[in-house]
Every structure is written in C-alpha cells, then in structure tokens.
C-alpha cells in the first residue's frame, strides 16, 4: 500500500515531542550536569541520544502499527497494566506541568518585569487559547514548530558567544574523566521519559497517520524530534561549558538563567527570558495534551469533554503552582522519575510487538527489539545506580 503520508502534521508531532522535552527541567538539568561534571558531561549526553533514539524508535513504531494509544497496548498486554502507566504518567506531567508553568512564569517577569505568578496565569491562559481554537491539532503542531525555532536559535547565539572549549568537549565526549548514574537516568528520563516520548506518536494517532505503510516515515519522525531536542541540548551544554570553563559559578537558584546573563550580559539574560518562557509554555502545551491522552480512552465521557479536561489540566497545575510557589528543587527529581518510567513503558512495548493480536502480522525487526532491551536493562542498571548514590548522600 502506497503511503499516504502529512508531512506537516510529522513535522509538528517530532516538534511536538522536543518541545515537550526541552522544558524548564531541560534548561535546568543542562546547566546543574555541566557544571558537576564539566566537559565530560559531553559524554553523558553521547550516550543518552543513542538511549533516546533507541526507546523512542520502539514506541513509535509499536503505537503506530498497533494504531492504539499506549495505555491500550498495555492493556491488551496485561489486563490493568494499561491503567498503572497511565497513573505513573499522568501524575508525573502532572509534577512537569508545574515546573513548566513556573519556567514561563519565569520567562515574563524576565521579559517585563511582572510577577512571576502574573506570568504563570497569563502563560496559562495563552496555552488554553491554543485548545480552544477550533483547529486545535493544527494550532499545536504550529505552536511547537515555532517555539522549537526560537529556542533553538537564541540558544545558539548564547553558545557563540560563550566561546566553548570545543577540542576538549569532543574529546571528552568519547574518553570522559568523570560520569554519573543520576545525570544519565535524569537526561534520558527529561528527553524521552514519563509522557515525552508519547507526546508525538500519540499525536500521530489522532491525527490519523499511521499503519505499517507510513513506518518509513514514524521512523524519520521519531529521529527528527530526539534531532531537535538533542540539538538543543548540545547548544545549551557548550554554552554552560564556556562559561564554566573560565571558572564562572552558576547561582544554584537558578543555574540555566547564569548560563545566559555570565555569557552575553544583560541581553543574554533577556534572552534567557524567551527561552525559558518558549520552553516552559510549549512543555505546558505538550504535557497536557499527553497527560490527557493517556486517560481518553478509558470512558466515551473522557473523549467527549477531551478539550475541556485539557483545559482543567492547565489550569489546575497553574492553582497548584500559584497556592504553593516555584517547584525549582523538583525539576530534576521529575526528571529522574521519569527515567524510571521509562524502563517499565519501554518493556511493554517490546512484549506488545509480540503478540499477534495487537500487531497483527507485523514482526518488529531483531535489531531494534534487542537494543530496545539493553536500553531497559541499562536504564534499570542506571536506576539501580542512582538510588545507591541517594544512599551514599553522594
């Protein structure tokens, strides 16, 4: 069957699904890694692109020939298994969605001086329109591409002008001095963990476009977002680096705005600004989307007032953020979490591509159900890491 195939609608999910890595947490974590771990960080970040492309090639694939979303896949594997991951993913873009609207809170008291709740309320609002526009999906994938863009762009100018030791972030990139469980767990989970992976190949099923016909395609998608998102990474990293590099301390309060004001001054402190607000308001878009895409197939009510819940989402995770302040210390553990997410839904989508009545006759090929595996093992193996470093107060 020939492919019938909206490039522009691929486009805005690979957008989608970066845009909802590359959030408050993802600036955060950047520049908390680098500054621990220096140009070795570089090989941290190596490792976690090939996981990403690994988990998110099996997840995409899967979702679109089973033409299922996730938390029915899970289900058809193990009667309630579907509602146990839905549960770990809504709470956890949940927990995200706070963090994100803070960063674009954050991002308008940068830019204009208001409150940093002032901002979070009228991000919220902004970010509801979207949903209430009656081409919704087109909106999103407009939305993401756009905001996508912009972050990408400043984010190389503040790499440019923070003059980066690049021979030795290369070198260190295959031959690190120092490495850490937590920041691989913590950079894979906040590209790929929880609801992330899911915002894109979700939005391909709504949007229809799907089949084993179009799997040419979920594959060029699901690179091109983990492209996109570690793009991002890389530009925020050298950047963080250049500034670490000439022996600069990043304000633990806020480490990524540092990154920005130490390299260009007060203009890259505005520029700040922008990126945390396009990175917090397009995560608070895709967060919701997912989060809610993960319950709508439980009641015909759910699908039926799907905008609405949307909406409440939003709105919710902006009361809570409001009623309690600015969750700075969770965005790392978020990310964290989520790796450890990851590991579980991974799993029962590499089962799921064994059973006939979820896949039909499509066979899944050896190479990637393999590294699908090692991911799982290795993401455990990290998870396992991690609590001892907790252990070891290390």
């Known amino acids: 069957?020939?492919?019938?195939?909206?490039?522009?609608?691929?486009?805005?999910?690979?957008?989608?699904?970066?845009?909802?890595?590359?959030?408050?947490?993802?600036?955060?974590?950047?520049?908390?890694?680098?500054?621990?771990?220096?140009?070795?960080?570089?090989?941290?970040?190596?490792?976690?692109?090939?996981?990403?492309?690994?988990?998110?090639?099996?997840i995409w694939r899967i979702i679109a020939v089973a033409d299922k979303p996730a938390q029915d896949i899970a289900n058809k594997v193990f009667p309630g298994l579907g509602y146990f991951i839905s549960f770990l993913v809504f709470l956890g873009g949940l927990a995200f969605n706070i963090g994100n609207i803070a960063g674009a809170g954050l991002g308008l008291n940068v830019l204009f001086g208001i409150s940093v709740g002032q901002g979070a309320v009228i991000s919220a609002i902004m970010a509801i329109g979207i949903f209430i526009y009656k081409e919704a999906g087109k909106a999103m994938d407009i939305f993401a591409k756009t905001m996508g863009l912009i972050k990408i762009v400043l984010a190389l100018i503040i790499a440019y002008t923070s003059s980066p030791p690049l021979a030795e972030a290369a070198l260190r990139a295959v031959n690190p001095t120092q490495f850490s469980f937590t920041a691989v767990l913590t950079i894979v989970g906040g590209t790929v963990g929880g609801y992330i992976t899911f915002s894109g190949a979700h939005r391909l099923l709504d949007a229809r476009q799907t089949g084993v016909q179009n799997l040419g395609a979920v594959n060029k998608g699901a690179l091109s977002a983990i492209g996109l998102a570690s793009i991002m990474r890389l530009l925020l990293f050298i950047a963080a680096l250049g500034v670490v590099s000439k022996g600069f301390t990043l304000d633990p309060s806020n480490p990524a705005a540092s990154v920005f004001k130490l390299a260009s001054g007060e203009i890259g402190y505005k520029i700040f600004g922008v990126v945390i607000w396009a990175a917090g308001i397009s995560s608070v878009v895709g967060s919701a989307y997912t989060s809610i895409s993960f319950i709508k197939s439980f009641h015909p009510l759910i699908l039926k007032f799907n905008r609405e819940i949307i909406i409440a989402f939003i709105s919710i995770s902006c009361i809570i953020f409001i009623l309690i302040g600015k969750p700075v210390k969770i965005l790392l553990t978020v990310g964290a979490i989520n790796g450890f997410i990851l590991p579980i839904a991974l799993g029962i989508m590499l089962i799921a591509a064994y059973k006939t009545k979820i896949i039909a006759n499509y066979k899944q090929p050896l190479w990637l159900t393999l590294t699908g595996l090692a991911v799982v093992l290795t993401m455990v193996w990290m998870s396992y890491g991690t609590i001892l470093q907790m252990i070891n107060g290390e």
């Open 1 to 58: 069957m020939k492919p019938k195939y909206n490039w522009s609608v691929l486009l805005g999910a690979a957008f989608l699904m970066a845009s909802s890595a590359i959030g408050p947490g993802f600036l955060t974590q950047t520049a908390v890694f680098t500054q621990q771990l220096g140009a070795s960080f570089a090989f941290v970040i190596l490792l976690s692109i090939i996981l990403d492309a690994i988990a998110q090639l099996n």
